[in-house]
């Protein structure tokens, strides 16, 4: 069975509805990138198209056939990929490298054949006791060595530096997908077989780029010994001459029939004893990536689980995945020790089965000592590169399990870039506001990547200078809403439209802190020198955190040190140094008391009288700091907008919903009690 027997179908290349248009300036690290415009293009300095068709498994294979045609889909998406590091778009040094490796490779193999001619040459002086040509031999021999083992040195340096270079371009290219348009957090809102990116992008990506350079070495090396060396075979041995019941058989080049059976023997006995071995790769990379994973969260959420007292709880879900992780070294450690077996079996006999088989002619006269030195040494090599499966067997499945999960990854990240390219899902469209507004949600609805809606079609329009309040129970999606205004969530339909030039900053619950000095953190999504130490000093003072003025240049992990209110501050301050014109806060104040909270939105109201905002929160106490509040409720179907309420009476008539709400036909807009 083979590959083919995978459906394929065409991908629609049309741009996202809206992508003519242009799209706001944001200031904070949700910001994206402009929209694909559907032009499938090669790897390119870290940045990639999807495979020009999506590919299916048959709906006439078995569930079996159908995992075993993915799999090898999967080695084929990788390769589709990694091969771009030779192409014109690759690293410029890939081919020089790689052709320079080949040739050192091929001028080795030269210095071997020129070692094993000395071999027979030496032993045959030794046998005749010729002192001269064993002291001319002896000063042969040092260049011999000093030159294949500069060749060798050179191999290593080609080898490693190809391998090294070729694991940054493709992890910069992975990378980079993995961050455009905010794919590293919608990966977490689909299905598919991504879990643990970054130790995909990490460790197997390492192995992933390592082990093909060490195989494509390895089976030319092998090649060339083995038909180098088989040629010297055939010519030692020439032809054996076996008595069998009165008769004579002849047997021509019996030690290369000898040596093709052995490895034969031992290759297929590798097989058949490893054919569990990528499986059972698979499952112990997946095993450790997940036990990576669970300490990386309770570091992540160290304050949390101490405050709690979950160190226990904790503990029994390390022990579970440390168990598995176990558990799957257990099976592998017996692959390994099968493999073994046979590897450490096939070393002992190779030497001594090429002797044996030339004592017969060397006892009659037929064959010199050095003959049969030349022959073992020969034997050895050919057996070797013959037996290059069984030494090798382990880490070709511990590669092709790497391959598959790295390849995994990007057929997830492919179905997001085809979602971008694509109207099948439905995207939501992003540009330019007309008339007075701001910021305007035209017949935006919000959905999951399946189709489930989650908001449905919202029609508001946001002027400049507004402050707009969006309520809602718990789960009615306003979470989700705002995220669609900031352009994290894709999937829907309608339009976020924005006026031209606009800068766009999101504080959310939980504002990211990055690793490096304070200063770093302040300044975040910008460079740390972007603000004076006065500018940025001045700023933490406004939000009330001047007492860490002096650890400013302080390189500390700061997400640990921080309170929970403490970083919700420091966000604030990032407000006053960016200076965006429409702020989106997700609940940007929960861990701050009523009394901090009324002074950060009061600072902002006065360091930023001109700013727009965008609240979702679920205390009433903001309402006072808000000009409009809507409320999302949640039905079946998706949330849809009930009601939009001036809290500021303003002077004139807005028609800021262009229909009725849904469930009462009417609109429930009215001013706020004075």
């Known amino acids: 069975m083979s590959g083919a027997k995978f459906k394929r179908k065409s991908v629609e290349g049309a741009k996202p509805r809206g992508a003519e248009k242009s799209r706001p300036e944001k200031a904070s690290a949700v910001e994206a990138v402009p929209e694909p415009d559907g032009q499938a293009a090669p790897e390119v300095n870290g940045q990639s198209a999807p495979p020009p068709e999506v590919v ?13 045609a993915r799999k090898r889909y999967l080695l084929r998406r990788f390769w589709i990929s990694a091969r771009g590091y030779w192409g014109r778009s690759g690293d410029r040094l890939a ?40 002291y001319v031999l002896s000063a042969v021999f040092v260049p011999l060595v000093l030159g294949s083992g500069s060749l060798v040195v050179a191999q290593v340096y080609l080898r490693m530096t190809i391998q090294r270079r070729w694991r940054s371009w493709l992890t910069t290219a992975v990378i980079a997908r993995w961050l455009a348009n905010g794919r590293y957090y919608q990966l977490n809102l689909v299905s598919g077989d991504h879990p643990n990116p970054e130790a995909r992008m990490t460790e ?33 041995g020439g032809a054996l001459t076996l008595p069998i019941g009165g008769e004579s ?24 004893i490893g054919r569990n071995f990528v499986q059972l790769s698979e499952r112990k990379n997946q095993a450790e990536a997940e036990l990576r994973y669970t300490l990386t969260r309770v570091r992540e959420n160290g304050e949390s689980i101490a405050l709690l007292g979950g160190e226990e709880e904790e503990r029994s879900g390390i022990d579970r995945n440390f168990g598995h992780v176990l558990r799957q070294w257990a099976l592998l450690t017996g692959q390994h020790m099968r493999t073994a077996a046979v590897s450490q079996g096939s070393s002992l006999f190779a030497p001594v089965v090429p002797i044996l088989l030339c004592a017969p002619k060397f006892l009659e006269g037929s064959m010199t000592l050095g003959q049969v030195m030349q022959a073992a040494s020969a034997f050895a090599i050919v057996q070797g590169a013959f037996g290059w499966l069984v030494d090798n067997y382990p880490r070709l499945a511990d590669w092709n399990a790497c391959a598959r999960r790295i390849a995994s990854l990007m057929m997830s990240l492919d179905g997001l870039e085809r979602a971008e390219q694509s109207d099948a899902l ?12 701001i910021l305007s949600l035209d017949d935006l ?14 029609e508001v329009a ?23 205004v900031a352009g994290l969530w894709p999937w829907g339909g309608g339009g976020v439209n924005f006026r031209a030039g606009r800068r766009l900053f999101m504080l959310p619950q939980r504002p990211y802190i990055p690793s490096g000095t304070l200063r770093r953190a302040v300044a975040y999504p910008a460079a740390a020198d972007n603000w004076t130490l006065d500018k940025i000093n001045a700023a933490l003072d406004k939000v009330g955190l001047n007492y860490l003025a002096d650890r400013i240049e302080e390189d500390a992990p700061w997400d640990q040190i921080l309170s929970g209110g403490e970083k919700q501050r420091l966000a604030f301050a990032r407000l006053l140094l960016h200076t965006p014109d429409i702020i989106v806060l997700d609940e940007a104040t929960s861990a701050l008391d009523e009394k901090s909270q009324d002074k950060m939105m009061e600072m902002v109201i006065h360091e930023l009288p001109d700013v727009t905002i965008i609240s979702v929160a679920h205390r009433a106490e903001l309402e006072a700091f808000h000009s409009r509040k809507i409320t999302l409720e949640r039905r079946e179907g998706g949330a849809k907008l009930v009601s939009d309420i001036d809290l500021v009476p303003r002077k004139g008539r807005r028609n800021l919903l262009g229909r009725a709400l849904w469930g009462s036909g009417a609109s429930n807009r009215k001013a706020a009690r004075p």
């Open 462 to 484: 946001i002027e400049p200078g507004e402050r707009v309040l969006v309520a809602g129970e718990s789960g009615s999606g306003k979470s989700t809403l705002v995220r669609a």
């Open 56 to 68: 299916e498994p048959s709906p006439e294979l078995t569930p079996e056939e159908a995992e075993q």
């Open 445 to 458: 609805s919000v959905t999951l990547d399946d189709g489930t809606a989650v908001v449905k079609e919202t």
């Open 95 to 134: 081919l020089p490298f790689t052709i320079g490796l080949l040739i050192l490779i091929c001028v080795n193999v030269g210095f071997q054949y020129g070692i094993n001619r000395w071999n027979r040459a030496i032993f045959d002086a030794l046998e005749q006791r010729d002192a001269h040509t064993v």
């Open 249 to 272: 058989i002849t047997i021509p080049g019996f030690l290369v029939i000898t040596a093709m059976i052995y490895a034969a023997i031992t290759s297929t006995s590798m097989v058949v």
């Open 204 to 236: 197997d990506l390492r192995i992933a780029t390592e082990s093909p350079v060490d195989f494509t070495a390895g089976v030319l090396n092998a090649f060339l010994s083995a038909s180098t060396f088989i040629v010297v075979l055939w010519t030692i």
């Open 426 to 437: 439905g995207r939501i469209s992003r540009g330019e506001t007309e008339g007075g507004a």
